[in-house]
């Protein structure tokens, strides 16, 4: 047994330009949100507990697209969605389509552990949440001015935004006469057309591996910005964006739609199992084999209590920590 591990994401796909100060925030939020999962670890607390409390903070703070500051729909609301798993056991809870529940990631702890369910969505996960009486607030309370700026923003461009970069609009190289905006489909996807100060990070996920070796994950979204209503991304769908059995726990991070069709989480889980690869090397193959260029990373810790992480987008906002004392928090390679 290799001890605790524990690593948390704040969102993948960073905008190289984003000023210091956004990325101090973001890693001090970070940091204050590992040490809570690293106190509650050296006071025993399980994985999955551990994993439930650290994402409630990070759904708490306005600073990452999950809970408050939510990314928002088409329409200016928040559809919430978020899951846990459990290794344990391989017990699992997902919700989606939430518009008032504060903390998402503690109602899909209780489809896991109060319903005959794995996954309930909109009306029905909302009913559910009323009848186990969580707190619920009015879906005013998770729109934060700067998404509301963000989402103006996004429909002018005409673009659903993983990472909140707008792409500039691309012009046609061959027949762009002297003195037009000459900008191809790759210089258009590296540009950022946003006014940096209302950029901001993303989703968020947490795994742990406890003393005991159980392995947990959680991950918790207000999804895509200017996303049509009724969307549902990787974040609450077990195998794609949360993932955890006796072997290792993973959380995903970046363009849902792209970690769907590469069932990222499971398939680090799947080619240790069947492939016999190590951890770190799994975690590279599908970061490398499986996903398309520039879409997602994620996070994951494996029983023996190592941590590793892989994206291949600009950055990813993480942190990690281990028993015998490494620490890590960072957004850059
Ligand atoms: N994966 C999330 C989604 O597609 C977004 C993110 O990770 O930032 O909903």
Redesign the pocket.
Known sequence: MGGWAIAIHG???VDPNLPEERQEEAKRVLARCLQIGIDALRASVRAVDVVEIVVRELETDPVF?SGRGSALTRKGTVEMEASIMDGRGRRCGAVSGLTTVKNPVSLARLVMENSPHSYLAFDGAEDFAREQGVEVVDNSYFITEENVGMLKLAKEANSIM?DYRVPLPVVDTCSGSAGSIMATVDDALQMNGLPISIYAP??VGCVVVDSNGWCAAATS?G??MNKMNGRI???PLIGS?TYACNLCAIS??????A?IRSTLARDVAAVMEYKGLGFQEAVDFVINERLDEGKAGLIAVSRNGEVGYGFNTNGMFRGCATEDGFMEVGIWE
Do not use: K, R, V
């Open positions: 969102g993948a796909g697209n993983f993303e989703t979204t999804g895509l991304g990787d974040s964006g995903c991070t970046g363009e849902g739609e970690i």
